[in-house]
């Protein structure tokens, strides 16, 4: 079975190739540094513009979660949880604090000789 991406293979590289030629150009002594970032800069624009086909992208949306995906998630739905019960915490405190500074004006105000 042969897929789009086989077929377009050597238009465009694969990410296995892309992140091989990074590590290669990272180990690498380099006499100019601006000319290597330049480098790694094409190398993930052109690894950005490629696109998964119907049939790939299908495959990657069905996939089973992963275990570290699925923890990864869990952590961030309670850390969101988490952050709106001290942001209403907070918003509660403080309007509770208005609320008692308005009150005691009233109170200031209505007992003045």
Same mark, same amino acid.
């Given at each position: 079975?042969? @897929? &789009?991406?086989?077929?377009?293979? *050597? &238009?465009? *590289?694969?990410?296995? @190739?892309?992140?091989?030629? /990074? ?5 690498? *002594?380099?006499?100019? &540094? ?10 993930? &624009?052109?690894?950005?513009? $490629? ?12 996939? *089973?979660?992963? $275990?570290?995906?699925?923890? $990864? ?5 309670? @850390?969101?949880? $988490?952050?709106? /019960? ?28």
């Amino acid at each position: 079975m042969t @897929s &789009d991406l086989d077929a377009a293979a *050597p &238009d465009s *590289p694969s990410a296995k @190739s892309v992140l091989d030629r /990074l590590r290669a150009d990272l180990a690498a *002594p380099a006499a100019d &540094d601006l000319q290597t970032l330049l480098k790694i800069g094409g190398d993930l &624009d052109a690894l950005d513009h $490629r696109h998964l086909g119907v049939d790939e992208a299908a495959a990657w949306q069905a996939r *089973p979660e992963t $275990r570290r995906e699925y923890i $990864r998630a869990m952590l961030a739905r309670q @850390s969101g949880f $988490r952050l709106g /019960l001290l942001v209403g915490f907070g918003a509660g405190f403080v309007l509770t604090g208005l609320f008692g500074a308005m009150l005691a004006m009233h109170y200031v105000v209505v007992h003045q000789p």
